[in-house]
């Protein structure tokens, strides 16, 4: 399989905890907060095993993740929770995900 695509799973699981966390309303109900934490083990587990492969670099994955992490949680924010950022919080999103494009393709 390829690498990213796994970054991308980890990536997916780190989203998932982290809405699982904020539903936890600071782990006032527990199952919420319990589901957080088993998602951001599976996160990590997921992530240590690529880059412990060696196909893809620490760097690339970290940022990888982080960066679909970061936008991912911001949509999740937005769409479940009314969350809302302000313009130059997307536009700095969108300098983060370009960023991270063209540190995957050097």
Known sequence: MHPLIIVF????????A???????????????GVLGIILVLGA???LSEVVSSGKID????????GA???LGTA?????IFRERLKPIGWA?????????????TA
Do not use: E, P, Q
């Open 44 to 46: 990590f587990t997921l």
């Open 75 to 79: 949509l999740g924010g937005l769409l």
């Open 68 to 70: 679909i992490g970061i």
């Open 18 to 32: 982290n809405m699982a966390i904020n539903r936890s309303r600071g782990f006032r109900y527990k199952g919420w």
């Open 58 to 65: 620490l760097a690339v994955a970290y940022a990888t993740w």
């Open 9 to 16: 799973g980890a990536a997916l699981l780190d989203i998932g």
């Open 92 to 104: 700095g999103m969108m300098v983060m995900a370009l960023a991270v494009a063209m540190l995957t």
